[in-house]
């Protein structure tokens, strides 16, 4: 999942939350008389107003259109994962183009890591977060050398996955799941 | 809670879209002199005249709007158990973190290890993991201690022991 949508929905269920409790709070207080008798819901200046004032409701109309864009924004957002499908290695155009699916990629690095013994299962993907950054989970058995495992990744699975992409420094994100089960890998090493 | 987030703000986005849409709808065919689309806005008009803040069903749909305002702020500043842990790295650009629920189920078999434990379960939390074993021994003596310690192997095992804090109870089956 993509941390900055989170961060964004925190941001966005907080606003949406303090308008409804300042609503709801406000409109209770009125409602049992904290100023005075209960006011009805629509007083008859702020029915007129709008007949007044001919640009009221193309007012209303541009913060509806404005919400509802955020909104459709907002909901693509939810299911928005970052992952690259390509890889560009192009050195320099004159040479031609030289482009590595990124799937490629992910089967080399999820087969290496697999056979790390411990290993039972993992999943690589590709992602565009402030430039390009590889993400790999790995389900560890019960048995799992964790020190070990983690050298093996570190060491030989990093390596030749920034190797393959000529990206020495290309960031990594490992997630280790220790003891996800208890079948044994089909690690060799 | 990252899920249920998601969960609440896809909903929410989706009742903001439709009535934003709705909206701007109802206010065009309303300029064009056309009948309503969904919202019967002269009805609701004159009854939000003729009613006030008193009435039964307002402060009804009030409460609701407090209460779900305060689920949303509940669901939006709490912060809930982390996903996962991060372990300490000493290569350049690489994060390796360990899974909340891995961390929980490697704890739990390492707290079972010591003889005399039969059970264990374990929460972690940003800085501390909370080991419960239990056991049918009449006297644990010092199981306690032996817990703690196979605990604290794996935490070291998981560079975790410097950052984590394991708070280990045992108690007798049968006691509970």
């Not at chain 1, 966005?12 to 303090?18: E, K, S």
């Not at chain 2, 669901?75 to 629920?101: K, M, Y």
């Not at chain 2, 078999?109 to 059970?119: L, Y």
């Amino acid at each position: 999942m993509n941390s900055r949508v989170d961060t964004a929905n925190r941001v966005v269920l907080t606003l949406l939350g303090l308008v409804l409790l300042a609503t709801g709070g406000l409109g209770l207080a009125l409602s049992f008389g904290a100023l005075g008798a209960a006011p009805r819901l629509l007083p008859a200046a702020v029915r007129n107003y709008p007949a007044e004032q001919p640009w009221f409701w193309w007012a209303v109309a541009g913060a509806c259109a404005i919400v509802a864009l955020f909104a459709l924004w907002w909901l693509f957002a939810q299911l928005r994962t970052n992952r690259v499908a390509r890889l560009d290695l192009t050195g320099d155009d004159r040479d031609g183009q030289t482009l590595v699916h990124a799937g490629a990629l992910t089967d080399a690095v999820e087969n290496e890591a697999t056979e790390l013994r411990g290993v039972t299962s993992a999943s690589a993907h590709l992602l565009d977060r402030h430039g390009r950054r590889l993400a790999l989970a790995v389900d560890l058995a019960d048995y799992a050398d964790i020190a070990e495992v983690r050298a093996g990744l570190e060491d030989r699975v990093v390596a030749h996955a920034r190797q393959a992409t000529d990206d020495t420094s290309m960031p990594v994100d490992i997630e280790l799941r220790p003891a996800a089960s208890r079948r044994g890998g089909r690690g060799l090493l | 809670m990252r899920v249920l987030n998601r969960v609440l703000a896809a909903v929410l986005a989706l009742a903001l879209l439709v009535g934003g849409v709705v909206a701007v709808a109802e206010i065009v065919l309303a300029a064009l002199r056309r009948p309503y689309w969904l919202v019967a806005h002269d009805q609701w008009t004159r009854w939000l005249a003729t009613h006030t803040f008193a009435t039964g069903i307002v402060r009804v749909i009030l409460i609701g709007l407090v209460l779900v305002g305060l689920l949303l702020l509940v669901a939006g500043l709490r912060r809930g158990r982390p996903g996962s842990l991060t372990l300490p790295s000493d290569q350049e650009a690489l994060n390796v973190t360990a899974s909340r629920r891995g961390i929980e189920r490697t704890l739990s078999a390492a707290a079972r290890r010591p003889d005399g434990v039969s059970s264990a379960r374990v929460r972690a939390r940003r800085r501390t993991v909370r080991v419960k074993a239990a056991t049918r021994l009449r006297d644990p003596g010092e199981l306690s201690q032996r817990v703690d310690e196979a605990v604290v192997d794996r935490l070291t095992q998981l560079g975790l022991a410097g950052s984590v804090r394991a708070r280990v109870s045992v108690s007798i089956e049968g006691n509970r």
